[in-house]
């Protein structure tokens, strides 16, 4: 090794006797890249030259470009996003020819083809990177890294005690390491105290290490997922944060749940009650609170249909005996496969929907599997979502539903299972009342514009909270992985990590009608 040495020495004095020198720091390039329609900036849209250099625009649609020996050349840049089309040149090629000048700023347009409009990301790193690289001011006060996080999967929100809390499940950090899998936890303003057009800050939950600390910490193995997120008054009528968790050895055995409640004190979940590991049904989803015409109001959930309820209270929350599901199934029954299913029919063979105790709901693909075996038909069912245009099914994943004040109906917010497992196209519907009936859907966003380029956003769910304008303006956020796609390319930045959309219910496109 001491020829290596002296070898590098010599190299280093040569190059220092010839007048090498560091390069100074770089003048970047910035490409905007914007809605043609609203002249926005649109993030996650790739730019890769033809050495495939490939750069994402930050959530203000810039992507800062430097690259020695390239600058204040012409250099052409593919533009390619999902959701979002760049018009081709005469090779078919989409993309754009740019003089790389330091310091400049071009600005190219996209068209949308999502109904629904991507706005920024709100975890993880550099979320207005190269808005700080170009010198821009960007609208939050941690643009770059805020408590180490770099990717943070799903999301739970509650307004409670003056703040809106925020809790993630899986959460990555930045140095080596494991990150934490027991929830993470932040603050914002409440929705009169913010826009959620440009985006919010987030006070996360730390430990003194500076990273986010656990929110719902089990002793033993497994990682710790909360679920049906509440806020109740308890027993002496003060106001609690409620929810469900399970441990679990990620998406296999769980080892543990029940009911847990915030420790104001200690800013952790706490355990309340044990329940078996195989309830028949638990607080799943993202929890609506419903009057629906009645003078009881029940907490809905989404399985992934609004087919699960329990009243409003404390102590019904509590106990899973009381809670009722909209199911066709015989009282006191499960789903036993397609042939030993017992329904309830009346005495002229119709399906009898209604809300039932200790009766299980029946899962979409439990549902086409007694469909697809003539044991009932699709038009029987309140929850058969389908496309508006076509009249295909569409098989749901999970989703969101709130009273809307601008449509006067329910809207819901769902993801679809395509094939296997990819979770990435997301869809629209309505209906009048809670049980359906759910038919007439329209795609809102896709992450599948290539067969090579499928991407996952699952857990999606409506803030409506942030309703704008009557209730017209809504906005959703949703998880963006490529963990169930199959493509192995993740998105820099992006992977792993939470991004917020609008959607404008005024938008003519969102006006359903049922093929069947």
Request: proline fraction near 7%; glycine fraction near 10%; hydrophobic fraction near 35%.
């Amino acid at each position: 090794m001491v020829w290596l040495t002296l070898a590098l020495a010599m190299l280093l004095t040569s190059s220092s006797r010839a007048g090498l020198k560091s390069p100074s720091p770089p003048v970047w390039f910035g490409i905007e890249v914007v809605d043609d329609a609203t002249s926005r900036g649109v993030p996650m849209v790739e730019l890769q030259t033809t050495s495939g250099v490939r750069l994402y625009t930050d959530s203000n649609g810039l992507a800062a470009f430097y690259e020695p020996g390239v600058m204040g050349r012409k250099v052409w840049f593919g533009v390619s996003a999902h959701g979002y089309e760049f018009p081709p040149d005469g090779f078919g090629l989409r993309g754009a020819t740019l003089v790389t000048k330091p310091g400049a700023i071009e600005r190219l347009k996209i068209k949308r083809i999502n109904i629904a409009e991507r706005l920024y990301r709100t975890t993880g790193e550099g979320i207005y990177r190269d808005t700080v690289l170009l010198g821009r001011e960007p609208p939050i006060t941690e643009p770059l890294l805020n408590a180490a996080v770099t990717g943070q999967d799903g999301i739970l929100t509650a307004q409670y005690r003056g703040k809106l809390y925020w809790f993630y499940g899986d959460t990555l950090r930045l140095s080596y390491g494991l990150g934490n899998y027991a929830m993470s936890g932040a603050t914002s303003a409440l929705p009169d105290k913010l826009d959620p057009s440009v985006g919010f800050d987030l006070t996360y939950f730390t430990n003194q290490d500076g990273f986010v600390k656990g929110m719902a910490p089990r002793p033993g193995e497994g990682v710790v997922w909360l679920s049906g997120l509440v806020v109740v008054p308890d027993t002496s009528g003060q106001e609690r944060m409620l929810a469900w968790f399970q441990r679990r050895r990620g998406l296999g055995a769980v080892l543990e749940n029940g009911f847990v409640v915030y420790n104001d004190r200690t800013d952790v979940f706490e355990k309340v009650k044990d329940e078996p590991v195989e309830p028949l049904f638990f607080p799943t989803g993202y929890p609506s609170r419903i009057k629906s015409g009645s003078p009881t109001e029940y907490i809905y959930f989404t399985t992934p249909y609004p087919a699960l309820r329990v009243k409003a209270g404390w102590e019904s929350y509590l106990d899973l005996t009381s809670y009722e599901a909209y199911t066709c199934l015989k009282a006191g029954t499960r789903y036993a496969g397609k042939d030993q299913t017992q329904f309830d029919r009346d005495d002229n063979g119709k399906l009898v929907w209604d809300w039932k105790r200790d009766t299980a709901p029946l899962h979409p693909k439990e549902q086409d599997e007694l469909i697809a075996a003539g044991r009932m038909r699709r038009v029987e069912s309140p929850f058969r979502l389908e496309d508006a245009d076509g009249g295909n099914p569409v098989l749901l994943s999970n989703c969101s539903f709130f009273w809307n004040q601008y449509r006067h109906r329910y809207i819901m917010i769902a993801s679809e299972v395509l094939g296997a497992t990819v979770l990435g196209e997301v869809w629209y519907s309505e209906a009048d009342q809670p049980e359906g009936p759910w038919v007439a859907a329209r795609k809102i966003i896709t992450h599948a514009n290539k067969k090579d380029d499928a991407h996952d956003f699952y857990n999606p769910t409506q803030h409506p909270f942030f309703d704008q304008n009557g209730g017209r303006v809504i906005y959703l956020e949703g998880s963006y992985v490529n963990t169930f796609s199959g493509n192995p390319h993740g998105t820099p930045y992006y992977e792993y990590n939470q991004i917020m959309y609008r959607l404008d219910l005024s938008d003519p496109r969102l006006k359903l009608t049922s093929k069947l």
